[in-house]
C-alpha cells in the first residue's frame, strides 16, 4: 500500500509516522507513506498556498492550484484507488470503512486547512470525504493520522499477532472484552478465574459474554448500526 498525504504543515506528520505501527508497516515494505508540502507546488511568489475567500468572509482558502499541481503530478505516476479528503463534512470514520480502505493500493489524503480548499478540488479530484468526528479541528493533519494508523494496522504482517487486529473492538460491532495479564492477584483484586482455567471454549463464551455487555452498558448504539 502506498498513501501520499498533501499538507501544509507535513513536519506535523513526520514523527507520527516515524514511529508507531506505521513504522514497522514501513520497515516490513508493507507500506509506504510519502509526505508532500503543499508550499512545494506552489509557482507564486513566497510560496504561497492560499487566498481570500471570493464573496469577503473570514479566513483564507487553499488556492485551486498548488493542489491540482500536485494531484496532477501524482495522477501521472500511478493510478489511485481513493483520493481522500479531511473534513468535518465528510462521512463519518467507522471501522468498517478502515476495513475497506485497507484494500486499496494506493491512496492520497488532502489535509484542509484554514476555511478549507477550493471547492473545484473537491469536484474534479476527491472521491471520498472522511470526517473523525462531529468536531472542528485545526487541519486535516490528525484526522490523516488517525486513519491511516486505522488503515494501516489492518494489513496482514503489520501487527505482530495477525489474530489481534482481527478480535480489536468493532471489528465484530462489538466491543473488545476486558484483558488481564500476571500477576493473577494485585491489591486484593483477582482475574476471573475462567481465563486460568484453560478451557478455551469457556473462555470464549466468557469474553463473548463480556464483550456483549460492555456494548450494551457503553455503546448501545453499536447492537442497533452494525456499520
Ligand atoms: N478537518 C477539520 N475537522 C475535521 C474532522 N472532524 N474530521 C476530519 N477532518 C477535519
Same mark, same amino acid.
Given at each position: 500500500?502506498?498513501?501520499?498525504?498533501?499538507? =501544509? #504543515?507535513?513536519?506535523?506528520?513526520?514523527?507520527?509516522?516515524?514511529?508507531?505501527?506505521?513504522? $514497522?508497516?514501513?520497515?516490513?515494505?508493507?507500506?509506504? *507513506?510519502?509526505?508532500?508540502?503543499?508550499?512545494? !507546488?506552489?509557482?507564486?511568489?513566497?510560496?504561497?498556498?492560499?487566498? !481570500?475567500?471570493?464573496?469577503? /468572509?473570514? /479566513?483564507?482558502?487553499?488556492? *485551486?492550484?498548488?493542489?491540482?499541481?500536485?494531484?496532477?503530478?501524482?495522477?501521472?505516476?500511478?493510478? !489511485?484507488?481513493?483520493?481522500?479528503?479531511?473534513?468535518?463534512? %465528510?462521512?463519518?470514520?467507522?471501522?468498517?470503512?478502515?476495513?475497506?480502505?485497507?484494500?486499496?493500493?494506493?491512496?492520497?489524503?488532502?489535509? /484542509?486547512?484554514?476555511?478549507?480548499?477550493?471547492?473545484?478540488?473537491?469536484?474534479?479530484? *476527491?472521491?471520498?470525504?472522511?470526517?473523525?468526528?462531529?468536531? =472542528?479541528?485545526?487541519?486535516?493533519?490528525?484526522?490523516?493520522? =488517525?486513519?491511516?494508523?486505522?488503515?494501516?494496522?489492518?494489513?496482514?504482517?503489520?501487527? /505482530?499477532?495477525?489474530?489481534?487486529?482481527? +478480535?480489536?473492538?468493532?471489528?465484530?460491532?462489538?466491543?473488545?472484552?476486558? =484483558?488481564? +495479564? $500476571?500477576?493473577?492477584? @494485585?491489591? %486484593?483484586?483477582? #482475574?476471573?478465574?475462567?481465563?486460568?482455567?484453560?478451557?478455551?471454549?469457556?473462555?470464549?463464551? @466468557?469474553?463473548?459474554?463480556?464483550?456483549?455487555?460492555?456494548?450494551? +452498558?457503553?455503546?448501545?448504539?453499536?447492537?442497533?448500526?452494525?456499520?
Amino acid at each position: 500500500m502506498r498513501i501520499d498525504i498533501i499538507s =501544509v #504543515v507535513p513536519d506535523l506528520m513526520q514523527s507520527f509516522f516515524a514511529h508507531s505501527i506505521c513504522k $514497522r508497516a514501513a520497515q516490513a515494505g508493507l507500506v509506504e *507513506v510519502h509526505l508532500h508540502d503543499l508550499h512545494d !507546488y506552489s509557482t507564486k511568489k513566497h510560496k504561497q498556498i492560499d487566498d !481570500y475567500p471570493f464573496g469577503g /468572509g473570514a /479566513g483564507m482558502v487553499i488556492s *485551486v492550484e498548488p493542489l491540482s499541481v500536485c494531484l496532477d503530478s501524482l495522477l501521472e505516476q500511478r493510478t !489511485y484507488d481513493e483520493i481522500i479528503f479531511f473534513s468535518p463534512d %465528510g462521512i463519518v470514520f467507522k471501522q468498517g470503512l478502515a476495513n475497506q480502505l485497507s484494500l486499496c493500493e494506493n491512496m492520497i489524503f488532502i489535509c /484542509g486547512h484554514y476555511k478549507g480548499i477550493d471547492e473545484r478540488i473537491r469536484e474534479k479530484y *476527491v472521491t471520498k470525504e472522511i470526517s473523525i468526528g462531529d468536531y =472542528v479541528l485545526s487541519g486535516g493533519e490528525l484526522a490523516a493520522a =488517525v486513519c491511516a494508523d486505522a488503515i494501516i494496522r489492518l494489513i496482514p504482517g503489520a501487527i /505482530g499477532d495477525e489474530m489481534s487486529a482481527l +478480535t480489536d473492538s468493532f471489528q465484530d460491532g462489538l466491543l473488545a472484552p476486558p =484483558v488481564y +495479564t $500476571r500477576p493473577a492477584k @494485585w491489591n %486484593g483484586m483477582e #482475574v476471573p478465574e475462567i481465563l486460568r482455567s484453560g478451557n478455551d471454549k469457556k473462555i470464549e463464551a @466468557w469474553r463473548h459474554e463480556q464483550a456483549v455487555y460492555r456494548t450494551q +452498558t457503553r455503546r448501545p448504539d453499536l447492537l442497533e448500526s452494525n456499520e
